[in-house]
């Protein structure tokens, strides 16, 4: 006979390591789903224990009847039955109406109750035959409570309520299954309704049933018969129409250690005994261990750890598929291990256990992705610049390129993509779509940048009158024409049309900084100054044909001065602001009415005080500090200093004018003396003879021309020498003259009095 454990003590503490020992003893987990738990309730001293002895062959201790009647079994007592297959667990219970509990007693009674209805198949109500059709029999309040309970607390599932009538007397059994019938209908009847089951049957609970024993004591053979008859019922007893053939709520064998601790737990835990469908309960906790582990294998999966080390350096051939191969290992793992429980909850913790999984390889996946899309973005560079290279548009060249490359990722994404997960790449490729329309938008960016730095410079160094009209023409239309290119190769993009409309402000922007950017370099001052000064030197230097100019005595080098302040003014008020927005404003006539008076010269009434000075402030009116290139104050200083700087060149001007009208003096003089003496020397009409010959006349001609030449070449030099001649030399020349003339060859005293003759017309010539 096997010897019963306590499954719960009187006191209530439930004996897990006990039933733990239990289910390992009798290897009842490996029972999967074939298994039966039998529970037996009842007033005390009823022979519950004595029955459940009989039937199941089990050795719950029994009442002896020699020291009187009181309580015997304390607790719960569970056994297995080694007579009957498939493998039964009997469940012997404390009696209902014990005195030895005194007000405890309801409390306990009704936990114990609850626990058989929630963990047993069957179960034997044990009661007197005397009490049947009585009003206060001992049994009343218990079957009252037993359907309380069951409407309260659970789902419609059919157990087997066999009602076992102790001390069967004459009475027909017929009749007493009439009368307790009746019994029992009424006391479910006056059960009250819960809401969601206000329409549920008896039958809909329970499998009622009703049997009787002879007395044990007094007919003991009989009572063996019967008991053997009964015992036959068990047999089987979870196959279909039997006993225990409700088998859809019945959680599997390894799960009912957890389940029945669970149920006791929250039974003794809760007042009011409102508890989870045990079956439920079971797959819940079983599951979610099962789930647990195989989390816990899959982290420690070597595969898995090698692929996730391989994808931190680079994109790992057969990702997907290989990734997807070890979850799905795990998953089948853990459908074979939950088989036997609640499909429903077996299906939620499978979900559960599907995203715990995921959430694991999530960040490989990820970073899977982002190598795909890094390498993607570094093609589309390359093949792009090559196209560039070889001379290809960039409109043609953007599309094409984009288009493989998006190509080339979608597929490589399929490859990598976890057949378990509802993931996809859109994130990615969106994220990767951006980062090439930013490399397009670079491109254009760049080579704005370089057509608008040079012609910007360019114009901003010619300093023409209408710079800033031309600069903002030139901004308007190379940023159009690259807006164009931009918008024409996004069209194949799937872009919302605010985001390409921001790239392209962004665009416009950019190329107004560059305007911007080259506009402040052009401003420094050291770069103004120097522009004012070449334009200076270009006005002052050179005529209107840009010939240089000979400051003979007719050139009025006030007005060339003043002409050549005014055109470098205009460059310092060019570059005062920057004028991109087409506003006005006043600084040029600001400027030259501070800076140049009638003589080109700053006002004396500013410089003495007696008017303010507008140029004394930081700030243009009608002009942005933002828009400001140069401050009044900034620009009254560059021109004090340009003034400074070309000082000189306008004084050696006028020093050079001078030096011209004494050379010119100085040379007439010379060859006029020369010339008197060479026609004392001979006499004047052999003079006039000899320069009217034709050969001199020739001879003339050619030392004009080459006279003019040399004396050009010569030039300021030359001019600077003879000036210093002075009054005595010229004297001593003269003296002097005839001496030299005698000494000269006939062909030279000739071309001399040529040139005196002729003086007129070569002088002509030159001035």
């Known amino acids: 006979m096997e010897k019963g454990m306590q499954l719960i003590d009187g006191n209530g503490k439930f004996n897990v390591e006990g039933l733990q020992d239990f289910m390992t003893t009798t290897e009842f987990a490996q029972c999967g789903l074939s298994y039966s738990v039998v529970a037996i309730i009842g007033p005390q001293s009823s022979g519950k224990s004595t029955l459940m002895n009989h039937v199941f062959g089990t050795d719950f201790k029994m009442l002896n009847a020699n020291k009187g009647r009181g309580q015997t079994t304390k607790g719960i007592w569970i056994a297995k039955s080694s007579e009957i297959e ?37 179960v034997l109500v044990n009661m007197w035959c005397k009490d049947i059709g009585l009003e206060h029999a001992a049994c009343r309040p218990l079957l009252k409570l037993v359907f309380q309970v069951m409407k309260r607390l659970f ?30 209908e009424k006391i479910w009847a006056a059960v009250a309704e819960p809401e969601t089951h206000s329409s549920a049957a008896l039958s809909d609970y329970f499998n009622v049933e009703i049997t009787s024993l002879s007395s044990y004591e007094f007919e003991e053979d009989k009572f063996k018969d019967q008991v053997a008859h009964l015992k036959q019922r068990f047999f089987n007893s979870n196959s279909p129409r039997d006993l225990a053939d409700d088998r859809l709520e019945v959680e599997p064998a390894s799960g009912f250690s957890v389940c029945a601790e669970k ?11 409102h508890i989870p469908d045990p079956k439920v309960m079971a797959a819940s906790v079983r599951c979610e261990e099962i789930a647990k582990e195989k989390l816990k294998q899959l982290t420690s999966d070597e595969k898995w750890l090698e692929l996730k080390e391989d994808v931190q350096a680079g994109p790992v051939p057969w990702f997907g598929a290989t990734l997807s191969s070890i979850l799905a290992t795990y998953l089948s793992q853990y459908d074979k291990e939950v088989i036997y429980f609640d499909q429903d909850v077996r299906n939620v913790k499978r979900k559960q256990l599907e995203l715990n999984a995921l959430e694991v390889v999530r960040d490989a996946y990820v970073t899977m992705l982002e190598h795909l899309s890094s390498n993607t973005l570094e093609t589309f560079k390359t093949k792009l610049e090559q196209l560039l290279n070889e001379g290809e548009g960039f409109v043609a060249s953007a599309r094409s390129c984009a288009r493989s490359c998006l190509h080339e990722f979608d597929q490589r994404c399929e490859d990598a993509a976890i057949r378990q997960s509802e993931w996809n790449a859109s994130n990615v490729r969106e994220k990767l779509t951006c980062d090439m329309l930013s490399e397009m938008m670079a491109i254009c960016e760049e080579q704005l940048t370089d057509v608008l730095a040079d012609e910007v410079q360019s114009l901003f160094e010619a300093g023409e009158t209408d710079t800033w009209l031309s600069v903002r023409n030139l901004l308007e239309s190379k940023t159009e024409n690259a807006v164009s290119e931009f918008s024409n190769a996004v069209v194949g993009f799937k872009l919302h049309r605010s985001a390409i409309d921001t790239k392209l402000e962004h665009l416009r922007e950019k190329a107004r900084n560059v305007v911007k ?73 600001l400027l030259f009415s501070s800076l140049m008076g009638e003589s080109g010269d700053i006002p004396s009434s500013q410089l003495t005080g007696a008017t303010p000075d507008p140029l004394a402030s930081n700030t243009w009116e009608e002009v942005s500090p933002n828009d400001t290139l140069l401050t009044p104050v900034e620009c009254k200083s560059l021109w004090m200093e340009f003034k400074e700087d070309m000082k000189y060149k306008m004084n050696q001007a006028r020093s050079d004018q001078e030096a011209l009208r004494n050379a010119k003096r100085v040379i007439k003089i010379v060859v006029g003396v020369v010339g008197a003496a060479a026609i004392t020397a001979v006499g004047v009409p052999t003079a006039m003879k000899i320069a009217a010959r034709p050969e001199v006349a020739a001879v003339l001609k050619a030392v004009t021309t080459w006279l003019l030449a040399v004396l050009k070449y010569i030039g300021m030099k030359v001019l600077e020498t003879l000036k210093y001649i002075g009054i005595d030399v010229l004297e001593m020349l003269k003296d002097a003259a005839a001496m030299a003339v005698r000494s000269l060859q006939p062909e030279i005293v000739a071309i001399i009095i040529a040139l005196v003759t002729k003086q007129s017309d070569w002088r002509q010539q030159y001035y």
């Open 86 to 122: 498939p493998f039964t667990i009997a469940m012997d219970l404390e009696g209902t109406d014990s005195s030895a509990r005194g007000e405890d007693n309801t409390a306990f009674e009704k936990q114990s109750t609850l626990f058989a209805l929630a963990i047993a198949d069957t």
């Open 155 to 184: 789902q419609p599932r059919k157990r087997t309520l066999l009602f076992v009538i102790r001390d069967h007397t004459r009475t027909p059994l017929e009749f007493l299954e009439t009368a307790l019938m009746k019994d029992i």
């Open 263 to 273: 149920i006791w737990k929250t039974i003794k835990d809760n007042k009011d005994l």
């Open 517 to 589: 950017r080259k506009a402040k370099e052009a401003a420094a001052a050291e770069r103004v100054l120097t522009r004012m000064k070449d334009r200076f030197k270009q006005v002052f230097n050179r005529d209107e044909i840009s010939k240089s100019r000979f400051w003979t005595r007719e050139k009025n080098i006030d007005e060339i001065e003043r002409n050549a302040l005014s055109a470098s003014l205009k460059i310092l008020s060019t570059m005062a602001a920057m004028r991109l927005d087409k506003l006005t404003d006043q600084i040029e006539h």
